[in-house]
């Protein structure tokens, strides 16, 4: 009888998902009413507690647009259609409240959400009412307070940790002083070869003026856990970690500025993550450490970390200070404070650092790398002037801005310089995005 109504087997399993879809939407706007007022922070916890409600439920058997999807997986199935359909449905209505609820990052906060929802309605499937979906609820309102959270309560800088998947810890200093409703892209500071998070410091004022500032420390410096003695660091296990710092904080997409080596590691994370940078802002950064360098840095060593071993981080720093910093325009407070921050870096950590960006070399990547990028850099800088100009030519999208009669070093020499000149190309940059 049913297929007097139904021309086939296809067009009855498209019809029920239709009826399941409109049941839906009537429980989730009855869960989103269930919230007086029209606060939707509230219609989201309303919705997560109906989702964790159903989940748990003793008769449930799984969502039926997942079930459906199992069952069939062809792509020009008429019930695919639907399901598709749906589920992009839910995340817009959770994008939507998330937007309303002024969320850093409504986008994320929405996956983060449908993630989890598809997976309550999985497990729930599986385990039952006494299994973990009936904590869905509570799972997600952790992520909604997250993502809404409002400015910090110690004068504007946060200083978390994040906790890494071996156990150690990267600290990450925020820097937030906007209302919370306000959601501008964030900005990522990436401090060079054994500095930390420090050597922003006269960024900060102009940038957070107008935009969050995130500034991780890497490993063994500044103020994250140092590892054990013969930790190797890879550009793999950094982008890892900086990833980590991204998904702790929910920032789905930032801009990027880096310095030297943190400029390095943004280049391999615009080649491999395009998705999470939305720009660069290279500070003196070269495509690989030149070989001049290497034979000037190893101090009559057999390598550079060799050098930093035997003379220490600081010892070594001050010998080699004029190749990373202009020592013309620097003043003796400045060389100084540069070498007290680079000798708390322990020796074995600097020089497993640089033996892990010395076999760095992103020159095959610029082509791939669409990313928009300002190039900021002194025009004498013996370790980055000429690489600026490769720079610039093979990335598809880089603008080299050189700071006439500096060496190294322009993010400290001339720090307001570079941040008036950051905001204006992100300004220019969001606007073509538009």
Not at 190 to 214: C, D, K, L, Q
Not at 216 to 232: E, I, N
Not at 323 to 338: F, M
Request: aromatic content about 8%; proline content about 7%; glycine content about 8%.
């Amino acid at each position: 009888s049913l297929y007097r109504n139904f021309p086939s087997k296809d067009a009855l399993v498209t019809a029920w998902l239709e009826d399941r879809n409109a049941f839906f939407w009537r429980r989730w706007n009855e869960a989103e009413a269930s919230r007086a007022g029209d606060d939707p922070r509230g219609q989201l916890e309303g919705i997560l507690d109906m989702i964790a409600a159903t989940a748990s439920h003793p008769k449930w058997r799984g969502c039926p647009f997942l079930n459906t999807g199992t069952e069939f997986p062809e792509p020009d199935h008429p019930a695919r259609a639907v399901i598709l359909a749906h589920k992009r449905a839910v995340r817009e209505r959770l994008r939507a409240l998330a937007a309303t609820a002024r969320a850093r990052d409504p986008d994320l906060l929405a996956e983060q959400l449908q993630l989890l929802i598809d997976g309550a309605y999985s497990i729930g499937q599986s385990l039952g009412p006494d299994g973990p979906a009936k904590t869905v609820a509570s799972a997600g309102c952790a992520l909604i307070a997250k993502a809404i959270a409002g400015p910090s309560t110690n004068g504007g800088a946060l200083m978390p940790t994040i906790r890494l998947a071996d156990g150690l810890s990267l600290h990450c200093a925020v820097d937030d002083y906007l209302w919370p409703w306000e959601a501008p892209p964030p900005v990522l500071m990436m401090h060079g070869f054994a500095r930390n998070a420090n050597f922003w410091n006269r960024w900060v004022p102009a940038i957070a003026e107008s935009r969050r500032i995130y500034r991780p420390d890497l490993l063994g410096c500044g103020k994250s856990d140092v590892p054990a003695t013969g930790y190797a660091y890879t550009a793999e296990k950094i982008g890892a970690q900086i990833l980590a710092v991204l998904d702790r904080h929910s920032l789905s997409r930032v801009h990027w500025v880096g310095e030297s080596s943190g400029g390095i590691i943004g280049l391999l994370l615009a080649a491999a993550h395009p998705e999470r940078i939305a720009s660069l802002v290279l500070c003196n950064t070269p495509t690989r450490i030149p070989d001049e360098i290497r034979g000037i840095y190893s101090l009559g060593q057999q390598s550079t970390a060799a050098a930093i071993r035997t003379h220490g981080t600081g010892e070594w720093c001050r010998q080699t200070l004029g190749y990373r910093l202009d020592l013309d325009h620097a003043s003796p407070d400045l060389q100084e404070w540069v070498i007290a921050e680079m000798d708390r870096t322990r020796p074995d950590v600097a020089a497993a650092l640089h033996e892990c960006f010395e076999a760095i070399d992103v020159r095959p990547l610029l082509p791939g790398i669409k990313t928009p990028v300002l190039l900021l850099s002194g025009d004498k800088s013996r370790i980055a002037s000429e690489q600026q100009k490769i720079l610039a030519d093979r990335l598809p999208h880089g603008r080299l801005e050189l700071f006439a009669g500096y060496g190294h070093g322009v993010n400290l020499l001339q720090p307001e310089r570079c941040a008036r000149a950051a905001l204006e190309f992100w300004r220019t940059a969001e606007e073509v995005r538009q």
